[in-house]
T-cell receptor
Framework: QKEVEQNSGPLSVPEGAIASLNCTYS??????FFWYRQYSGKSPELIMFIYSNGDKEDGRFTAQLNKASQYVSLLIRDSQPSDSATYLC????????FGKGTSLLVTP | NAGVTQTPKFQVLKTGQSMTLQCAQD?????MYWYRQDPGMGLRLIYYSASEGTTDKGEVPNGYNVSRLNKREFSLRLESAAPSQTSVYFC??????????????FGPGTRLTVL
């Protein structure tokens, strides 16, 4: 079984802080990495994807990929209470293999 | 443009009953997927269809069958429902295989309870 691992949390950060979410994967052949956000009772929605080593920024979100260490992370700057959700890491295998998700709570 | 639609939204079955979950997309996508999501287990792939006319097993296919009826529609059938199949079922689609980098778009989900 090819694994995608995430800390289930909950991760609690104060409003305005940086939230850091981490994900590790077992298959060195993986090429595409995705972060989805899922609000309670709703379907997942894509936040970002990354293919190359390094950082990719989109607004308040930054995805970081390190293929040598087999981890991918998501940073959320200036966290807002509306960012409170479960964040799912996914890796291509060939259809997406999802981690179990990290619950993020941003407190006012 | 409705995106990915699923019917029904909720369903309660008795053990041994059968039912079909329907999924349709209006984005002209080639690939479609069925996932189940259980508390603490994340999303697990049941079946996927890379293109019209093809289907492949995912991580947890036992107890399910699928039909790619046409490019738009991908149905999931439970022939003899079991309590272990109580879950939230999500259908998704993407232009190419999600692993190729194409974004997956998810439907709103079907909440199934098997008594």
């Amino acid at each position: 079984q090819k694994e995608v691992e995430q800390n289930s949390g909950p991760l609690s950060v104060p409003e305005g802080a940086i939230a850091s979410l981490n994900c590790t994967y077992s298959d060195r052949g993986s090429q595409s990495f995705f972060w989805y956000r899922q609000y309670s009772g709703k379907s997942p929605e894509l936040i970002m994807f990354i293919y190359s080593n390094g950082d990719k920024e989109d607004g308040r979100f930054t995805a970081q990929l390190n293929k040598a260490s087999q981890y991918v992370s998501l940073l959320i700057r200036d966290s807002q209470p509306s960012d409170s959700a479960t964040y799912l890491c996914a890796v291509n295998l060939p259809a997406l293999n999802f981690g179990k998700g990290t619950s993020l709570l941003v407190t006012p | 443009n409705a995106g990915v639609t699923q019917t029904p939204k909720f369903q309660v079955l008795k053990t041994g009953q059968s039912m079909t979950l329907q999924c349709a997309q209006d984005m002209n996508h080639n690939s479609m997927y069925w996932y189940r999501q259980d508390p603490g287990m994340g999303l697990r792939l049941i079946y996927y269809s890379a293109s019209e006319g093809t289907t492949d097993k995912g991580e947890v296919p036992n107890g399910y069958n699928v039909s790619r009826l046409n490019k738009r529609e991908f149905s999931l059938r439970l022939e003899s429902a079991a309590p272990s199949q109580t879950s939230v079922y999500f259908c998704a689609s993407s232009e190419g295989l999600a692993g190729s980098g194409d974004t997956q778009y998810f439907g709103p989900g079907t909440r199934l309870t098997v008594l």
